[in-house]
T-cell receptor
């Protein structure tokens, strides 16, 4: 069984740029959730994807967007990067309707 | 705003001692309470979880105690080991929801 994988592991961008982060869900899992974890904080829910559609969204602006593909992998896109977007971005996979979420190692994004 | 409040922010325990981390929640619609363990540079890993119809759940050295009337739950780590040094997050999953709501985390240091 393959766990949740994310790429890249680290990324440095400048303010105003755009970034795409990628996630492969755990084998058999059809739901992907994205979280933002600022330094020293708990993860904050960004959104969830199921059946290639957004299934729920947290308190994040529209410049945070996502995609889910037929193989259940997912992308997180952030436009017009701001300094406060610097964080660890976590992807979690699960089965629809089940509460247990399994997290990937995250992508560390630094915005300069 | 649904919240989960976690304490203490940091904890130092001697090897062999008991580590206790507490969480409180405000919304009675939560129906699943997991604890996650996170090592530096890694994603959160599910440690143990409980539902509100159970007052206690034990898995190895880890025990969750749940007090539904007080809206509180806690993690007890028995015989704490230096390898347990990590950040621990409590979380709650609202009924009929899709997202985990995390506490702010507790940084545990177990001294040899």
């Amino acid at each position: 069984e393959t766990g949740v994988t994310q790429s890249p592991t680290h990324l440095i961008k400048t303010r105003g740029q755009q970034v795409t982060l990628r996630c492969s869900s755990q084998s058999g899992h059809n739901t992907v959730s994205w979280y933002q974890q600022a330094l020293g904080q708990g993860p904050q829910f960004i959104f969830q994807y199921y059946r290639e559609e957004e299934n729920g969204r947290g308190n994040f602006p529209p410049r945070f967007s996502g995609l889910q593909f037929p193989n259940y992998s997912s992308e997180l896109n952030v436009n017009a990067l701001e300094l406060d977007d610097s964080a660890l971005y976590l992807c979690a996979s699960s089965l629809v309707g089940e509460e247990t979420q399994y997290f990937g190692p995250g992508t560390r994004l630094l915005v300069l | 705003q649904q919240q989960v409040k976690q304490s203490p922010q940091s904890l130092i325990v001697q090897k062999g001692g008991i580590s206790i981390i507490n969480c409180a929640y405000e919304n009675t619609a939560f129906d699943y309470f997991p604890w996650y363990q996170q090592f530096p540079g890694k994603g959160p890993a599910l440690l143990i979880a409980i539902r509100p119809d159970v007052s206690e759940k034990k898995e190895g050295r880890f025990t969750i105690s749940f007090n539904k009337s007080a809206k509180q739950f806690s993690l007890h780590i028995m015989d704490s080991q230096p390898g347990d040094s990590a950040t621990y997050f409590c979380a709650a999953f609202p009924d009929s929801s899709y997202k985990l709501i995390f506490g702010s985390g507790t940084r545990l240091l177990v001294r040899p």
